[in-house]
């Protein structure tokens, strides 16, 4: 599975679009780019995944540049309650299931 | 989730000490994982399994053993623990029904151990 890598650290004022950026420069054309959360010791949530189109869901938009090495996850409107560690993980297509996750980037929304 | 439940939630116990770790999960899902956290680190997998009589090794079994008793059961033990066990343990599910690509997996609430 490709590397990742996020910035440690983040703010984003309430209400304004959080904007999670990750380089995966050595993906390859069978890996997804997954995204998960994980807020103060509970327990990671899934967010949303892509392939190589532009994907959105009730949570988030992940955006995925045209040549795949990097991908962003927007969250619209960020609440006090989105903060949290942000993983970004890429992992191949198969049944393995298997997900590796990184350092994640803490993001602190501010009132 | 409470669909994904863990017992204990805390536990604290001596060095060399037998410890069983539990998950249990009402969300009929085939495939059952586990995972540790350190401070300040993301997940690291310590086994997987995908059905009763599967078992696979993540990238941190050793010192650490595991038993899938039933599609909804999946325990973690160490045997001797040790000091540098002393970690956030999750439990999780996913549905290989979902598809390949599809890899949203279902956390438990988590286990604090501490070995003293």
């Known amino acids: 599975d490709a590397k990742t890598t996020q910035p440690t650290s983040m703010d984003c004022a309430e209400g304004r679009a959080a904007n999670l950026p990750c380089n995966h420069s050595?993906?390859?054309?069978?890996?997804?780019v997954y995204w998960y959360r994980q807020i103060h010791s509970q327990g990671p949530q899934y967010i949303i995944h892509?392939?190589?189109n532009n994907e959105t869901n009730e949570m988030a938009s992940l955006i995925i540049t045209e040549d795949r090495k990097s991908s962003t996850l927007i969250l619209p409107h960020a609440t006090l309650r989105d903060t949290a560690v942000y993983y970004c993980i890429v992992r191949v297509s198969s049944n393995t299931g298997k997900l590796i996750f990184g350092q994640g980037t803490t993001l602190q929304v501010k009132p | 989730d409470a669909d994904v439940t863990q017992t204990p939630r805390n536990r604290i116990t001596k060095t060399g000490k037998r410890i069983m770790l539990e998950c249990s999960q009402t969300?009929?899902?085939?495939?059952m994982y586990w995972y540790r956290q350190d401070p300040g680190l993301g997940l690291r997998l310590i086994y997987y399994?995908?059905?009763?009589?599967?078992?696979n090794k993540g990238e941190i079994s050793d010192g650490y053993s595991v038993s899938r008793q039933a599609q909804a059961k999946f325990s973690l033990s160490l045997e001797s623990a040790i000091p540098n066990q002393t970690a956030l343990y999750f439990c999780?599910?996913?549905?290989?029904?979902?598809?390949?690509?599809?890899?949203?997996?279902?956390f438990g609430p988590g286990t604090r151990l501490t070995v003293l």
């Open positions: 969300k009929g899902h085939d495939r």
């Open positions: 399994s995908f059905d009763v009589k599967d078992i």
């Open positions: 999780a599910t996913s549905d290989s029904d979902r598809g390949v690509a599809y890899n949203e997996q279902f």
């Open positions: 050595t993906i390859s054309g069978n890996e997804y």
């Open positions: 892509g392939l190589k």
